[in-house]
């Protein structure tokens, strides 16, 4: 369990429970639901007892909220996922690839479909493109990489990836202004670190080989940016900072020196982003939720 349950209690100021660290769970973590499963079924609390089962202890989140600083103010940034049925213990610890590819292209077409309709409310003008189809078009492509590596492919897919990258940047003139749209700077941030990522794993062979490993040798956000991603916007956005904040990814705790292998934030991401059952998250309703049912059962 480590050093995500430190805790303990001060008898000086009734048994108060003093906390260390953010005391959540992510919805893939399988090993350690079934071990507090386990733990719960054996401690057998009659009917009526506070947190009877572990469904009382954790409770499943598919909101989350960040904060992140733009143009030296803090905005709140509302981010949420679907809930998906099954139960974290009985998660894949395996990638499913092509659960990866599905999944991506549905929040993909969503977040593009979100910034072409916040554009349109401030630039009347502006003529998107037809999204759908050429994001239906790149997941293809990827399919196709993955099943036949084909170097035709990846030509295909840098000409189409091009132009719906060339067509997110065009909200950048209304991100950079004084009267920002958040709504529009989040949704920006999300599809062009997506597009960045998508483009890594199919020039890297991620895809193909699912040898995450392999890109290791490459700090995440060099990595980000050699596949498009945009240096002022980004990389030093809250959503990014935000993975190097749970992983504690800086070299001697110094947040000025972000550090995490490619391969190893990318597999990371993909896994909480497709992998959970039942919440993204969840979130114990007090801190012992895990330390006490141990030393009760003995175990």
Known sequence: MGGKGAS?????????VEEHGLHVWFGFYRNAFKMIQSVYAELGRPEGAPLRNWTDAFKAQNTIWLMDKVLKQR???RFSVVEKPGDPSQVDEKLDIENVIETAFVYLKKWLHTLQTEFFRQNHKYRGIHANKKLDSLKKLIKSQVQFESKRSLSMF???????????????????????????YHTYVVCDMGLAIIKGMMYDGIFSEQNFSKINNIEFKDWLLSHGANPTVTIPSGLLKTIYDVTFSYEGGDPEKPNIEAGTAVHGILLIMTAYKGGLLYKMQVSDNKHRPFGLTGL
């Not at 303990?8 to 108060?16: T, V």
């Not at 189409?160 to 009267?179: A, M």
Request: avoid cysteine.
């Open 8 to 16: 303990g209690r001060n008898k000086l100021y009734g048994q108060r």
């Open 75 to 77: 905005k709140s940034w």
């Open 158 to 184: 840098q000409q189409i990836h091009s132009k719906i990258k060339q067509h997110i940047d065009g909200v950048l003139p209304y991100i950079d202004s004084n009267n920002l749209n958040t709504d529009l």
